[in-house]
């Protein structure tokens, strides 16, 4: 966006982004915040005020460890959830050793920092337990009464 517009940069990113998703290409994801800034040469407030117009309007939405997806994608399940189904869709029994946050980074494509609260989360509910130098471990299966965390 080179030059100064009477209408609002942030509206003309915002209709860009609705042109880019309502064009047929099947897109399900919207590009980074950093991406966006590059492509547009705007600041971060910019793009985040753009993303909150497509976000009121319901076009896409946010959800923390995971870009923005078009709404009409299918909903991807929290970081938390994903890591929570790994026990079942391991065959992990109580004691059994529970795969390392890089390995968790790849599998739930989050970052670091993301994984690490999902398993605090899992921890504080009971369902894993840390053994210094040794890693974290199954301590009991979850159930019902495990509740998956809120966005």
Not at 8 to 24: F, K, P, V
């Amino acid at each position: 966006m080179a030059e100064r517009s009477p209408r609002g940069t942030y509206l003309q990113i915002a209709d860009a982004l609705r042109a880019e998703i309502g064009d047929g290409s099947g897109q399900t994801t919207l590009p980074s915040e950093a991406e966006l800034m590059k492509r547009y040469g705007v600041a971060r407030s910019t793009v985040g005020r753009a993303l909150k117009i497509l976000a009121d309007e319901g076009l896409v939405r946010s959800q923390q460890g995971t870009r923005r997806t078009v709404s009409t994608a299918a909903a991807r399940p929290t970081v938390y959830d994903q890591i929570a189904g790994l026990i079942a869709a391991e065959g992990l029994a109580p004691g059994d050793p529970f795969p390392p946050e890089s390995k968790l980074c790849e599998l739930t494509e989050a970052s670091r920092g993301t994984v690490r609260r999902a398993l605090a989360q899992l921890e504080g509910a009971g369902v894993l337990e840390v053994r210094q130098g040794k890693g974290r471990f199954v301590r009991a299966l979850s159930g019902p009464n495990i509740a998956p965390s809120t966005p």
